[in-house]
């Protein structure tokens, strides 16, 4: 992730000690954006940078159906009259199960491996940095498992759903692909899961497969056109050459050690024996070009998996005049575009504009520093000339609402404190009111922290008065509810024994009529 805002004019930012803090208090955040005195109130950090603490968005998936599922492993205990004991699944139709997880693969997934190896020191691995480690615990976890299907080669599940987060910081870098993961497996017989050498665990893969649901959490294509809030996809299944050489060296692990006098009869052929063949030139014509030899097909179509899947961004709904930033999932590094990006990733912008789904945003462009590439001129005529050129440096774009979140907003409580402050900050703008506050401002932030505590016991103390006094008015309005009841009932018990009396007497005379 690059964090260099060198591109940007300096000379604009304010340099009080506030903007110092509030500029310093995004470095080790997992979305550094730029801080900027134009888009924060009165020199502080970003007010709502957190709000979403830390969670970007929820992917919601559904798990509707599986076809054409084939199984590509054998056990022992399914070969032979021994199916027909039922101490194994693997044979007939299949009882599958589906495991999901979310990845993170960059646009230019094999540059970026060949460049690792490269780069890589055997002697010395590379240290995994912090946002790696992040990644690994939030885009690998948790990992959601479906039920199990009995006897069905085309299983449905009639209501299985889940949602996954999508969290803050899980990116080795900016702008990765977000994959939705689905890796289908076939349910074990107990007797399986205790015999050693049997098949079990990674043994019982079915296939993998994996969708792309960056078009759907950014909101539209890569082409520009409105994503459908709802992607329904049919997920290709594979089995790999990967997978089955992974299985049969484990298989040939196991006759080895506990079953090696029936590993002659039951081991199977190496994955690559057929590749391993080498193409023979033709003995009638040695010029003639030598007859490919069949290859073991890199992977294979096991069946495929129906996902309903949507996504909503977590958060405050941006509003006209509302500071945003990118995703990082919106975001394209420098490092990784040929060109630099006409949206600066970690800039800021305003909402000028809101119409469903859509903003228009507005930002400013890098722009160079006139003021000190110019030597020998006139220093105050170049500095007006950089104020004008970022002042007219202004850029719109319309952008989707999943890739920005709200930052900062300003109401009308910030607008009446301005005014009011506005004296204040003539006084404060002069040369002696900036020296008195940069002298004054880390003494008034180390008052402020040792007076911390006595501001946090007075908070206490306020909030158990509060409970106090509300358990009390609680607890008489209690007691005056009863007081009024018991006052009550003496006068309902009266009218009941009257209303009683009144009909025991008309039973009475009409008994008397009779």
């Not at 009995?150 to 977000?178: A, C, T, Y």
């Not at 017989?189 to 098949?199: D, M, Q, R, W």
């Not at 665990?201 to 709802?230: A, P, Y």
């Not at 722009?367 to 950089?386: C, E, F, K, L, W």
Request: proline share 7%; glycine share 6%.
């Amino acid at each position: 992730m690059d964090h260099s805002h060198s591109q940007y004019d300096g000379s604009a930012e304010s340099s009080t000690y506030e903007a110092t803090m509030a500029r310093k208090s995004t470095f080790r955040l997992p979305d550094p954006i730029h801080w900027s005195p134009e888009m924060a109130f009165r020199d502080q950090p970003y007010r709502h940078l957190h709000h979403q603490k830390g969670l970007m968005g929820i992917v919601r998936v559904r798990l509707l159906e599986a076809a054409d599922l084939e199984r590509s492993y054998w056990s022992a205990l399914a070969l032979g009259p021994v199916k027909h004991l039922g101490l194994s699944t693997a044979h007939g139709p299949i009882s599958s199960f589906c495991t999901f997880t979310m990845e993170a693969e960059s646009h230019n997934q094999e540059n970026e491996g060949l460049t690792a190896q490269n780069n890589e020191d055997a002697k010395m691995p590379a240290k995994p940095s912090a946002n790696a480690k992040m990644m690994e615990k939030t885009l690998s976890q948790p990992v959601v498992a479906s039920p199990v299907i009995p006897q069905d080669n085309n299983p449905v599940w009639s209501d299985f759903h889940f949602e996954m987060p999508l969290r803050k910081g899980s990116f080795r870098e900016d702008g990765m692909r977000i994959m939705l993961s689905v890796r289908v497996d076939e349910d074990a017989h107990v007797a399986e899961k205790l015999i050693p050498g049997i098949p079990k665990g990674d043994d019982r893969l079915i296939g993998r497969g994996k969708v792309d649901i960056t078009s759907l959490c950014l909101g539209e294509t890569m082409f520009g056109e409105t994503q459908v809030g709802v992607l329904d996809a049919w997920v290709p299944v594979y089995y790999t050459v990967d997978d089955q050489e992974e299985l049969e060296g484990q298989q040939q692990q196991h006759h080895q050690q506990q079953h090696h006098h029936l590993h002659n009869q039951f081991a199977l052929a190496p994955p690559a024996a057929a590749a391993a063949t080498a193409s023979k030139p033709s003995k009638e014509d040695p010029l003639k070009n030598p007859t490919p030899s069949k290859k073991t097909p890199t992977r294979k179509q096991v069946g495929k998996v129906r996902l309903l899947i949507t996504y909503r961004p977590n958060g405050m709904e941006p509003q006209h005049n509302d500071v945003v930033a990118l995703e990082s999932y919106a975001r394209r590094p420098p490092k990784r575009s040929t060109c630099y990006p006409i949206l600066p990733p970690l800039m800021p912008m305003i909402v000028r504009e809101v119409k469903d789904p859509y903003l228009l945003v507005e930002y400013s462009l890098p722009v160079a520093n006139i003021t000190s590439s110019r030597q020998g001129g006139d220093n105050n005529h170049n500095q007006h000339m950089g104020e004008e050129l970022r002042r007219d440096n202004k850029a719109c774009m319309r952008i989707h609402r999943n890739s920005v979140f709200v930052i900062e907003r300003k109401n009308f409580v910030d607008a009446t404190v301005g005014l009011a402050l506005m004296p204040a900050d003539a006084i404060m703008s002069t040369p002696l009111g900036q020296t008195g506050a940069q002298v004054l401002g880390p003494i008034l932030n180390a008052g402020r922290e040792l007076l911390m505590p006595a501001t946090l016991s007075f908070k206490l103390a306020f909030m158990a008065l509060r409970t106090t006094t509300m358990v009390s008015l609680s607890g008489v309005q209690a007691a005056g509810g009863a007081i009024i009841h018991q006052a009550a009932s003496p006068w309902a018990n009266q009218s009941e024994e009257s209303q009683y009396e009144q009909e025991r007497n008309r039973a009475r005379a009409k008994l008397a009529h009779l």
